[in-house]
């Protein structure tokens, strides 16, 4: 995967999926939309080959879309339907996931 040069000024996805596209695929949710990523992708994986958002910032509002990507900066937050709040890059995807970038009342794992 790498970020995608277009990405800004077309509206496109943050990531493009360059290599080891024959994984098995994965379905999941981001805030109620069907997805697929394929085994072995991270959550922000996966959301950032769709879009370029992974959740809004608590202090102004302003979206994120990670930044460390190894689970050391906190800014790749979301929530699982359940309630359980996870880092996106460092949760693997699961077939039937349903994430939530925009939670209420999150518990952390
Ligand atoms: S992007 Fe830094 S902890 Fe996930």
């Known amino acids: 995967m ?5 990405a800004a000024s077309a509206g496109e ?3 493009v999926r360059l ?3 024959h994984r098995k695929q994965v379905g999941l949710t981001v805030d109620g939309a069907a ?3 394929l085994t072995g992708d991270t959550v922000l994986s996966a959301i950032l080959l769709h879009t370029r958002r992974v959740r809004d910032t608590e202090f102004s509002g302003e979206p994120r879309a990670g930044f460390c990507l190894m689970g050391a900066c906190q800014d790749c937050w979301v929530q699982l339907e359940e309630g359980t709040r996870i880092r996106a890059c460092s949760t693997f995807v699961k077939e039937g996931m349903h994430v939530l970038t925009r939670p209420a009342g999150a518990v952390e794992a």
Do not use: G, V
Not at 2 to 6: A, E, I, R
């Open 2 to 6: 790498t970020t995608n040069p277009s």
């Open 13 to 15: 996805p943050q990531f």
């Open 19 to 21: 290599t080891e596209a």
């Open 35 to 37: 997805i697929t990523a």
